[in-house]
């Protein structure tokens, strides 16, 4: 942003931002959304693309243990569909959106989600994937908790039990085909059921 505010020459911007409606009230987000901002006033024609709830989030230590041992914790109702997105799928999108000569897809904002699952049906894939039980408990207590002393994680459960926000993952995958990938697929490519594998370890993967 600021080579572009300083009248440097750049052709083409891919921005890696998070879907979301207006009205989602996430400060996070308001910030990924201000930088588009700066991109539309400047008249640069920035792909942006939103990415949804990442998938490699669910490998940190506060989250995969639990389900490694057959509890998933996730602070929403179990039949509430949440959109994933792969941090891979992202630079991959990008990539490939650099490489289009011309930019064909400048200008252009893509919300990017390689499947829908609600948490029920999370916890049934990560059953498959680590060849025992898991079962998706809500994190009431988490939710509680950070109503009152974490007003940012406060922000993002309310967010994604209440988005309307609509990714089309068909027509994604028409315009980018091959360059998708399915929660399970994901599993099993980063080699969920090593329990020995961590979140470090496959961030030296991405």
Excluded at 23 to 35: E, F, L, N, P, Y
Excluded at 51 to 59: D, G, P, Q, S, T
């Amino acid at each position: 942003v600021r080579a572009l505010q300083s009248g440097s020459s750049v052709s083409h911007v891919v921005f890696n931002s998070a879907a979301a409606e207006p009205t989602h009230g996430v400060k996070r987000i308001s910030q990924k959304h201000a930088v588009e901002g700066v991109f539309r006033e400047l008249g640069m024609a920035a792909t942006l693309l939103r990415a949804n709830l990442f998938m490699e989030e669910l490998w940190k230590s506060y989250t995969r243990p639990s389900i490694l041992k057959g509890r998933y914790p996730f602070s929403l109702p179990p039949d509430r569909p949440v959109y994933l997105t792969s941090v891979r799928d992202m630079g991959r999108l990008a990539g490939t959106c650099l490489a289009r000569t011309p930019p064909a897809v400048a200008g252009r904002t893509f919300n990017v989600a390689s499947d829908l699952l609600n948490p029920a049906l999370m916890a049934e894939a990560f059953a498959v994937a680590q060849g025992r039980p898991c079962v998706h408990k809500q994190a009431t207590l988490l939710r509680f908790f950070s109503r009152l002393f974490l007003p940012d994680l406060w922000e993002v459960i309310q967010f994604y039990r209440t988005s309307k926000e609509v990714t089309d993952i068909a027509a994604l995958s028409e315009e980018f085909p091959g360059l998708l990938t399915p929660f399970a697929a994901f599993l099993e490519e980063t080699n969920w059921a090593n329990a020995n594998f961590t979140y470090e370890d496959l961030a030296l993967t991405i």
